[in-house]
């Protein structure tokens, strides 16, 4: 059974910075590619960034480019999101998630098969 576990969220001053990690137990992960979405109060989830099997290939959201970063351990069956520049906007609940594929496609919820329980980010004015 895939199970996902994030952890890293908090609460953090506009400008600050945080590191979430989501570690996957289960079905090979190196063979997935993976993907980080956040959903805010009465909004849709949606994509923050996505990263191939072997972390050769990245996505983002236009509103996270050169903010946030994504990047894996396969050793350690580890995805993280380090998150710079934040501001208020970003504040959401983020939730790890695995791929049915190794690369590409990333922007698409249903493309994704197993996720995680979600971590808390607020980012204060």
């Known amino acids: 059974q895939v199970q996902l576990v994030e952890s890293g969220g908090g609460l953090v001053q506009a400008g600050g910075s945080l590191r979430l990690s989501c570690v996957t137990s289960?079905?090979?992960?190196?063979?997935?590619?993976m993907g980080w979405f956040h959903q805010a109060p009465g909004k849709e989830r949606e994509f923050v960034a996505g990263?191939?099997?072997?972390?050769?290939?990245?996505s983002y959201a236009d509103s996270v480019k050169g903010r946030f970063t994504i990047s894996r351990d396969n050793a350690k069956n580890t995805v993280y999101l380090q998150m710079n520049s934040l501001k208020p906007e970003d504040t959401a609940d983020y939730y790890c998630?695995?791929?049915?594929?190794?690369?590409?496609?990333?922007?698409?919820?249903?493309?994704?098969?197993?996720w995680g329980q979600g971590t808390q980010v607020t980012v204060s004015s």
């Open positions: 990263i191939s099997r072997s972390g050769g290939t990245t």
């Open positions: 289960g079905r090979i992960y190196s063979n997935y590619a």
């Open positions: 998630a695995r791929s049915e594929y190794s690369s590409g496609r990333f922007t698409r919820i249903s493309n994704y098969d197993h």
